[in-house]
């Protein structure tokens, strides 16, 4: 900027001088144009002019001067303005400088560090080349040794590749002779070959040798069975000729065959008539056994008849000897009932002895026991009788002493009496007399109680010993009695004690039998008792009536109830289906009764009736639907091709045209077995016989045979 | 339980001999198979678990017998109590469970409670129903559906109330019997006794 403001200073300063040197020349120019009279004038007030625009343009350069110096001093600001905003710019970077200068003082000083570590890093490293380069040598002088070592082991090598070679020459002799020896070889191999095939060959005939030697054996065996059999045909010719003797003697043994028959049938009756015969003689020595077992009898009979005899007359002689009428059995049967019957008088009367002996027994153990009761009693008497004595004694003692008391007090009184006035204790004394007195009386009194009592016992105790007696007497009696008793049935009663003691075992013994069913009874009454059993007399059974068990029970009931309903039910609907199917089908019957465990139910077959009349009646529609169909397709082809087919027989089909003059004008076709059409010959075909040979034997088509047959009858109709 | 913890009286024993019964059906019917299982649950009594049934017909039937029963024991007309188990297609007894109550019938008299604890009592009865669960082991199978009866045996004056009939005792022909526990509240004392058909194979 500025230099511009220098550069536009200058070039107004070159203007001017321009401009101050141009006006110059067209001044001139301009008073030479003008004329020279005036040049003087002009010429002053040209340079007045002149001096006017300089001074103008003095002024107005001054002016500019001006504005420049001011404009200058603007820059001049400006520039110093700047100048010291560059100043503080580059003071701030200075500092900015003085920063990153301590910064890289700060990095050098590190750096310094690290050189000196690297120099370290350095000394080591080379400490480290150093040992490097000691282990280097000694690798080198390794090497060095290793280079001496290969240079032996080249030696080595070299002398071994002289002994290689060596050896190769040597395996190529060998291998030389090895060929030589191959050659050998294959000619020996030949040589085997050779050998081999003659051994094959000899093998060979030897399998044929022994094939003939086997088959030489076989022919040899043959030979032997040929033999064998000559043998043995000359056996059979030998038996054939003794055949051929025996063959002539057939008629002699044919004869003596007939002979012989007949002795066969000869002695088979007499074998017949021998079993019967031997049948005879078996019953025959039956006869006899049983003869001789009878004669026996018979012998035993007559002997024991003779016994019998004896006794007999031993009976008679005996009933004569003892008076008796025995002459027979019944007599001597009588005989035996009447002893019997006064043996059972004499055993009655036994009894009743036994009886009264047992009835005095009784009475005399009850007697003894009275007895023994009796002297009990008499030495209770006794000895009541005793004490009373001594009772008595005592009192009379008393008595005694009571008399002395009496009278030893009575003497006393009396003493008393007479010492001391009556006055002073006469009714004492008295008083007390009496009382002595009445006691005395009271004692007289009870003495004379006791004697009497005492005179009691004494009676009572005579009458017991009298007692006693008669009862002792009466036992001695008894005993006497017993005695005798005794003495005439001892052995009686010894037997009855017997019987009796044996009567008490047998009692014992059934007690104690009893005694066991008893408690197999208990035993039993308990088993029951544990099994449920009840006395009916003590105890009721008794349930609520709606138990489970009942309602269980009913619940069957109700079940087998309704199954059986419905069985009979079952059973009554099959029975009506086996009808209904007899009528309607036979096999259909023989199916139901096949069938009749495994009956369908009723549903089903209400089911299958309905399905069944459905059916039918689809079919009715279906047939009315087909006839009407039929009928629509039938007159639709006697519109359409004019011709109304008909089915006359079966594979006869008879067109009959719209258009025929007559009703019974029509063709008549037959279809063929392989399906073709045949015109049939009718009143009608025959005179068609142009159309017949044009279309039908000559064009073969049926269809154009017809329309040609309607084209002729409809221009026939339409002519008329 | 009127009774006190030292002593008991009729009616105490009555309902205790009562509850055991009601227990010892239902562990019956359970340990049988009379019911099926599923209609069983479980409930602690005696300081044990018991099954009880929630078949309603048969809780009903149940409270029935065992009310009146309850009542019959107060009175102590009762011998024996018996759960017999009949096959439904034969008919056939096949098991009796039978219980003999010997009733003291002085307690009905005197009212004065027995000296004897509930807790030893509940032990005894207790040990009976572990002795019922334990001889499903010896009892043969029951292989064909059975119902079960409930029989009393009452003393013969006894008057038959409503809904209640004379039965027959129902003994099982050709049996085996096996003695259970006893217990006894020394008023009632009760014997256990079951019964079952001998099998062919034994």
């Given at each position: 900027m500025d230099f511009e403001d220098d550069t536009t200073v200058l070039t107004t300063l070159k203007s001017f001088n321009s401009f101050i040197s141009h006006t110059d020349v067209p001044q001139r120019l301009s008073e030479n144009s003008a004329g020279s009279g005036n040049l003087q004038s002009q010429y002053k007030r040209s340079m007045e002019l002149l001096e006017a625009a300089e001074r103008a343009q003095s002024k107005n350069r001054y002016l500019q001067l001006d504005g420049e110096k001011k404009q200058m001093e603007l820059s001049h600001k400006r520039a110093r303005y700047e100048l010291e905003k560059v100043a503080s710019d580059s003071a701030r970077d200075l500092e900015h400088e003085v920063d990153r200068n301590q910064d890289l003082l700060g990095r050098l000083k590190k750096f310094e560090e690290r050189e000196t570590e690297a120099a370290k890093n350095l000394s080591e490293q080379v400490e480290a080349t150093r040992a490097l380069r000691k282990s280097m040598e000694g690798l080198n002088r390794k090497l060095e040794e290793r280079d001496t070592r290969l240079n032996t082991a080249n030696q080595t090598i070299s002398s071994l590749k002289d002994e290689i070679r060596e050896l190769k020459q040597r395996i190529q002799n060998q291998d030389s002779t090895i060929s030589s020896q191959t050659l050998e070889n294959q000619e020996l191999q030949e040589q085997l070959d050779l050998q081999r095939r003659k051994h094959q060959e000899v093998s060979q005939l030897c399998q044929t040798l022994q094939a003939a030697q086997s088959s030489c054996l076989e022919h040899m065996i043959k030979i032997k069975e040929l033999e064998r059999r000559l043998a043995l045909q000359e056996q059979d010719i030998a038996i054939v000729k003794t055949v051929k003797s025996e063959v002539a003697k057939v008629p002699d043994l044919e004869k003596d065959l007939k002979r012989l028959r007949d002795d066969n049938v000869f002695l088979r009756e007499s074998r017949e008539n021998c079993s019967l015969l031997k049948e005879e003689v078996k019953g025959l020595r039956r006869k006899l056994e049983r003869m001789e077992k009878k004669t026996e009898e018979l012998v035993n009979i007559e002997l024991e008849k003779e016994r019998l005899v004896e006794k007999l007359k031993a009976w008679e002689n005996l009933g004569q000897s003892t008076g008796?009428?025995?002459?027979k059995p019944e007599d001597l049967s009588r005989e035996v009932i009447h002893i019997q019957q006064r043996e059972i008088a004499l055993k009655e009367q036994n009894y009743t002895l036994n009886s009264r002996l047992r009835s005095a027994e009784r009475t005399q153990n009850e007697h003894r026991a009275e007895l023994a009761q009796q002297r009990s009693k008499t030495l209770e008497e006794q000895k009541k009788r005793e004490m009373q004595e001594s009772l008595v004694r005592r009192l009379q003692k008393r008595v005694l002493l009571l008399t002395k008391e009496r009278d030893g007090m009575r003497a006393i009184l009396e003493s008393y009496d007479s010492e001391l006035a009556?006055?002073?204790y006469s009714p004492q004394l008295s008083r007390r007399l009496r009382e002595a007195e009445d006691i005395l009386q009271k004692t007289q009194s009870h003495n004379v109680e006791m004697e009497a009592q005492l005179m009691k016992a004494q009676e009572e105790t005579g009458t017991l010993k009298l007692q006693l007696q008669t009862v002792e007497l009466e036992l001695e009696a008894l005993k006497m009695h017993q005695a005798s008793s005794a003495d005439s049935n001892t052995s009686e009663t010894k037997e009855e004690v017997n019987i009796l003691r044996q009567k008490i075992e047998d009692l014992e013994s059934e007690r104690q039998r009893l005694e066991e069913q008893n408690n197999i009874l208990e035993m039993r009454l308990e088993r029951h008792n544990l099994q449920g059993d009840y006395d009916p007399f003590k105890t009721r059974v008794l349930h609520f009536k709606m138990n489970p068990t009942t309602v269980a029970k009913q619940e069957r009931q109700q079940d087998v109830e309704a199954l059986r309903e419905e069985v009979t039910r079952l059973s009554e609907l099959v029975r009506s289906l086996q009808e209904g199917g007899a009528m309607v089908q036979g096999d259909c019957s023989i199916n139901a009764s096949g069938f009749g465990l495994s009956l369908p139910p009723s549903k089903e077959v209400v089911d299958l009736r309905k399905q069944m009349e459905s059916l039918e009646l689809k079919i009715q529609r279906l047939k009315e639907v087909f006839q009407r169909k039929i009928q629509e397709f039938r007159t639709v082809c006697y519109v359409l091709t004019g011709y109304q087919i008909d089915i006359?027989?079966?594979?006869q089909y008879r067109l009959t045209s719209?258009?025929?003059?007559?009703?019974?004008d029509s063709l008549l076709f037959k279809k063929g077995s392989n399906g073709s059409m045949q015109l049939m010959e009718t009143e009608f075909s025959r005179t068609l016989g142009e159309m017949v040979a044009l279309?039908?034997?000559?064009?073969?088509?049926i269809p154009a045979f017809l329309s040609a047959v309607t084209l002729d009858l409809f221009s026939r109709q339409t002519t008329i | 339980m009127t009774s006190t913890l030292n002593g008991i009286t009729l009616k105490g024993s009555a309902e205790l001999v009562a509850d055991f019964f009601s227990f010892g059906i239902n562990s019956i019917l359970y340990q049988r198979g009379?019911?099926?299982?599923?209609?069983f649950t479980r409930v602690t009594h005696y300081d044990m678990s018991l099954q009880l049934t929630t078949d309603t017909k048969l809780k009903n039937y149940l409270t029935n017998v065992v009310s009146q029963l309850k009542e019959w024991l107060f009175e102590c007309t009762v011998q024996k109590f018996v759960l017999v188990i009949t096959c439904?297609?034969?008919?056939?007894?096949?098991e009796r469970w039978q219980f003999d109550i010997d009733c003291d019938k002085s307690a009905k008299e005197s009212s004065a409670p027995r000296e004897k604890s509930i807790k030893s009592i509940q032990q005894e009865i207790r040990s009976v129903i572990r002795q019922i669960t334990a001889s499903v082991t010896f009892l043969p199978l029951l292989e064909t559906p059975c119902a079960f009866d409930l029989l009393v045996y009452t003393d013969k004056d006894l008057m038959v109330p409503d809904k209640w009939e004379e039965s027959g005792p129902q003994i099982i022909d050709q049996s085996e019997e096996v003695r259970l526990r006893s217990f006894t509240t020394t008023i009632h004392k009760v014997n256990s006794v079951v019964a079952y058909k001998k099998t062919d194979s034994v």
């Amino acid at each position: 900027m500025d230099f511009e403001d220098d550069t536009t200073v200058l070039t107004t300063l070159k203007s001017f001088n321009s401009f101050i040197s141009h006006t110059d020349v067209p001044q001139r120019l301009s008073e030479n144009s003008a004329g020279s009279g005036n040049l003087q004038s002009q010429y002053k007030r040209s340079m007045e002019l002149l001096e006017a625009a300089e001074r103008a343009q003095s002024k107005n350069r001054y002016l500019q001067l001006d504005g420049e110096k001011k404009q200058m001093e603007l820059s001049h600001k400006r520039a110093r303005y700047e100048l010291e905003k560059v100043a503080s710019d580059s003071a701030r970077d200075l500092e900015h400088e003085v920063d990153r200068n301590q910064d890289l003082l700060g990095r050098l000083k590190k750096f310094e560090e690290r050189e000196t570590e690297a120099a370290k890093n350095l000394s080591e490293q080379v400490e480290a080349t150093r040992a490097l380069r000691k282990s280097m040598e000694g690798l080198n002088r390794k090497l060095e040794e290793r280079d001496t070592r290969l240079n032996t082991a080249n030696q080595t090598i070299s002398s071994l590749k002289d002994e290689i070679r060596e050896l190769k020459q040597r395996i190529q002799n060998q291998d030389s002779t090895i060929s030589s020896q191959t050659l050998e070889n294959q000619e020996l191999q030949e040589q085997l070959d050779l050998q081999r095939r003659k051994h094959q060959e000899v093998s060979q005939l030897c399998q044929t040798l022994q094939a003939a030697q086997s088959s030489c054996l076989e022919h040899m065996i043959k030979i032997k069975e040929l033999e064998r059999r000559l043998a043995l045909q000359e056996q059979d010719i030998a038996i054939v000729k003794t055949v051929k003797s025996e063959v002539a003697k057939v008629p002699d043994l044919e004869k003596d065959l007939k002979r012989l028959r007949d002795d066969n049938v000869f002695l088979r009756e007499s074998r017949e008539n021998c079993s019967l015969l031997k049948e005879e003689v078996k019953g025959l020595r039956r006869k006899l056994e049983r003869m001789e077992k009878k004669t026996e009898e018979l012998v035993n009979i007559e002997l024991e008849k003779e016994r019998l005899v004896e006794k007999l007359k031993a009976w008679e002689n005996l009933g004569q000897s003892t008076g008796l009428n025995i002459r027979k059995p019944e007599d001597l049967s009588r005989e035996v009932i009447h002893i019997q019957q006064r043996e059972i008088a004499l055993k009655e009367q036994n009894y009743t002895l036994n009886s009264r002996l047992r009835s005095a027994e009784r009475t005399q153990n009850e007697h003894r026991a009275e007895l023994a009761q009796q002297r009990s009693k008499t030495l209770e008497e006794q000895k009541k009788r005793e004490m009373q004595e001594s009772l008595v004694r005592r009192l009379q003692k008393r008595v005694l002493l009571l008399t002395k008391e009496r009278d030893g007090m009575r003497a006393i009184l009396e003493s008393y009496d007479s010492e001391l006035a009556p006055t002073e204790y006469s009714p004492q004394l008295s008083r007390r007399l009496r009382e002595a007195e009445d006691i005395l009386q009271k004692t007289q009194s009870h003495n004379v109680e006791m004697e009497a009592q005492l005179m009691k016992a004494q009676e009572e105790t005579g009458t017991l010993k009298l007692q006693l007696q008669t009862v002792e007497l009466e036992l001695e009696a008894l005993k006497m009695h017993q005695a005798s008793s005794a003495d005439s049935n001892t052995s009686e009663t010894k037997e009855e004690v017997n019987i009796l003691r044996q009567k008490i075992e047998d009692l014992e013994s059934e007690r104690q039998r009893l005694e066991e069913q008893n408690n197999i009874l208990e035993m039993r009454l308990e088993r029951h008792n544990l099994q449920g059993d009840y006395d009916p007399f003590k105890t009721r059974v008794l349930h609520f009536k709606m138990n489970p068990t009942t309602v269980a029970k009913q619940e069957r009931q109700q079940d087998v109830e309704a199954l059986r309903e419905e069985v009979t039910r079952l059973s009554e609907l099959v029975r009506s289906l086996q009808e209904g199917g007899a009528m309607v089908q036979g096999d259909c019957s023989i199916n139901a009764s096949g069938f009749g465990l495994s009956l369908p139910p009723s549903k089903e077959v209400v089911d299958l009736r309905k399905q069944m009349e459905s059916l039918e009646l689809k079919i009715q529609r279906l047939k009315e639907v087909f006839q009407r169909k039929i009928q629509e397709f039938r007159t639709v082809c006697y519109v359409l091709t004019g011709y109304q087919i008909d089915i006359t027989t079966e594979n006869q089909y008879r067109l009959t045209s719209v258009f025929a003059e007559h009703m019974d004008d029509s063709l008549l076709f037959k279809k063929g077995s392989n399906g073709s059409m045949q015109l049939m010959e009718t009143e009608f075909s025959r005179t068609l016989g142009e159309m017949v040979a044009l279309h039908l034997h000559h064009q073969k088509s049926i269809p154009a045979f017809l329309s040609a047959v309607t084209l002729d009858l409809f221009s026939r109709q339409t002519t008329i | 339980m009127t009774s006190t913890l030292n002593g008991i009286t009729l009616k105490g024993s009555a309902e205790l001999v009562a509850d055991f019964f009601s227990f010892g059906i239902n562990s019956i019917l359970y340990q049988r198979g009379i019911y099926p299982p599923e209609t069983f649950t479980r409930v602690t009594h005696y300081d044990m678990s018991l099954q009880l049934t929630t078949d309603t017909k048969l809780k009903n039937y149940l409270t029935n017998v065992v009310s009146q029963l309850k009542e019959w024991l107060f009175e102590c007309t009762v011998q024996k109590f018996v759960l017999v188990i009949t096959c439904l297609e034969t008919n056939e007894v096949l098991e009796r469970w039978q219980f003999d109550i010997d009733c003291d019938k002085s307690a009905k008299e005197s009212s004065a409670p027995r000296e004897k604890s509930i807790k030893s009592i509940q032990q005894e009865i207790r040990s009976v129903i572990r002795q019922i669960t334990a001889s499903v082991t010896f009892l043969p199978l029951l292989e064909t559906p059975c119902a079960f009866d409930l029989l009393v045996y009452t003393d013969k004056d006894l008057m038959v109330p409503d809904k209640w009939e004379e039965s027959g005792p129902q003994i099982i022909d050709q049996s085996e019997e096996v003695r259970l526990r006893s217990f006894t509240t020394t008023i009632h004392k009760v014997n256990s006794v079951v019964a079952y058909k001998k099998t062919d194979s034994v």
